[in-house]
């Protein structure tokens, strides 16, 4: 779960579920939400949802996709996993646009998958350096690109707790335990290079830990 980073000086959001990140003025981010946290969304102006998750059976995205229609909120899912379905720089350049196009019509957009940590984290931290251009735009036309790609690297990756599992050893005799450490380290192995993969894409220089 992510702790609520909403700076004292955003004005468009005055009373989101804790939750919920303040990404910008037009995006939030966050786990999925449940059908109360959708009518406080609509209540602070969220007009469009991307739900990152991929087939699993955790959560029932047909009473998402349900009580969006009904508040009049566009429901869209765009699957991914770090696991077989990773992320292209279309999807990441198709996604901003849609948050920037959204904000033109007065709209605010909310980025969500399971636990709001990662993938989230991905197209917020894109969104945040791209603005809704495409990422060779932003990289000719700002000259501060590495200092733009930097912050947001901090803000949405490392400062927001991009990391929450660390790799095991897994020599538990018992196999059960075993077979969860051995998972583990699988989810370990491709949340690295998934966010490795996203630093090649947006050319980040930075240092991380």
Same mark, same amino acid.
């Given at each position: ?9 955003? =004005? ?22 449940? #059908?109360?946290?959708? #009518? =406080? ?6 007009? =469009? ?7 699993? %059976? ?17 429901? =869209? ?21 849609? %948050? ?75 196999? #059960? ?29 930075? %240092?991380?830990?």
């Amino acid at each position: 779960m992510l702790v609520s980073n909403q700076s004292v000086n955003n =004005q468009s959001f005055t009373s989101l579920p804790k939750k919920y990140r303040v990404v910008s003025d037009e995006l939030i981010r966050g786990p999925r939400p449940h #059908i109360k946290d959708l #009518i =406080q969304l609509k209540k602070e102006g969220v007009t =469009q949802i991307f739900d990152f998750r991929h087939d699993c %059976v955790r959560g029932f995205k047909w009473v998402e996709k349900l009580a969006c229609k009904v508040l009049g909120i566009k429901y =869209q899912r765009r699957q991914f996993s770090f696991f077989n379905k990773r992320p292209k720089l279309e999807d990441f350049e198709s996604i901003s646009k849609s %948050v920037a196009d959204n904000a033109k019509d007065g709209g605010k957009t909310l980025f969500h998958c399971n636990s709001g940590s990662h993938r989230t984290a991905l197209f917020s931290a894109f969104y945040s350096i791209t603005k809704g251009e495409t990422l060779a735009h932003s990289m000719q036309n700002g000259s501060d690109y590495a200092e733009r790609t930097i912050k947001a690297v901090d803000d949405e990756i490392i400062n927001s707790r991009f990391f929450t599992r660390n790799a095991v050893n897994p020599n538990s005799k018992n196999p #059960i335990r075993r077979c969860k450490d051995i998972f583990n380290n699988k989810v370990v192995k491709n949340t690295q290079e998934s966010l490795n993969e996203f630093y090649d894409l947006i050319h980040y220089q930075g %240092v991380t830990v």
